[in-house]
């Protein structure tokens, strides 16, 4: 079984400029959860999506956004980047929403320049 | 906000050596779970516990959750260069919704 699988693993932006990740999660699961990791901040949670929906979400500016597929694949947004965007940004699955229980993917490595 | 704090944030010691990874709050939590995190890879769930005083053995690794609901441990026997890596704690909770917030880390690197 195909685990999280995130796309692109590494990005190099500019200041101002929009990204957008991708996130396949593992097949059967409906919730795709992403959170940004720093090594100051640690991991904080973005948003969370299922049935295409968002259905929770953390305390990040609107420059964040996301949305999810019917097949469940799931994408994040960042416009207008700024320094502090740079990070690891983790897609995590789930089979049910609000589950604690999460399959996290290799996650995509930001740098903003 | 829920805020865990984990202790300590780094920790080096000798192949063999017994170690212990604290992770406190002073919120209650529904479940809290243990990750494990390799260079360049996400973390990989190790354990879930969900009630108080409950202990999970997981080959040398022994997860504790708090009576209280609001602490958790990870013990390590003899510890081995394989579980070096950084270990996250995670607590659910509800407000409004249930959500997730992780601990900072501790940063463990086992020396042969």
């Known amino acids: 079984k195909a685990g999280v699988t995130q796309t692109p693993r590494y990005l190099i932006k500019t200041r101002g400029q929009q990204v957008t990740l991708s996130c396949s999660p593992i097949s059967g699961h409906r919730s795709v959860s992403w959170y940004q990791q720093t090594p100051g901040q640690g991991l904080q949670f973005l948003f969370e999506y299922f049935s295409e929906t968002q259905r929770n979400k953390g305390n990040f500016p609107g420059r964040f956004s996301g949305r999810q597929f019917s097949n469940s694949r799931s994408e994040m947004n960042v416009s207008t980047l700024e320094l502090g965007d740079s990070a690891l940004y983790l897609c995590?699955?789930?089979?049910?929403?609000?589950?604690?229980?999460?399959?996290f993917g290799s996650g995509t490595q930001l740098s903003v320049l | 906000t829920q805020l865990l704090e984990q202790s300590p944030q780094f920790l080096s010691i000798q192949e063999g050596e017994n170690l212990t990874v604290y992770c406190n709050s002073s919120?209650?939590?529904?479940?809290l779970q243990w990750y494990r995190q390799e260079p360049g890879e996400g973390p990989v769930l190790l354990v879930t516990v969900v009630t108080g005083g409950e202990v999970k053995k997981l080959k040398r690794l022994t997860f504790q959750f708090g009576d209280a609901r609001k602490d958790s441990s990870l013990h390590i026997t003899a510890a081995q260069p394989g579980d070096t890596g950084l270990y996250l704690c995670?607590?659910?909770?509800?407000?409004?919704?249930?959500?997730?917030?992780f601990g900072q880390g501790t940063r463990l690197t086992i020396n042969p």
């Open positions: 919120s209650v939590f529904s479940s």
């Open positions: 995590a699955s789930s089979r049910q929403l609000f589950n604690e229980k999460l399959f």
């Open positions: 995670a607590g659910a909770y509800v407000q409004g919704a249930q959500k997730l917030v």
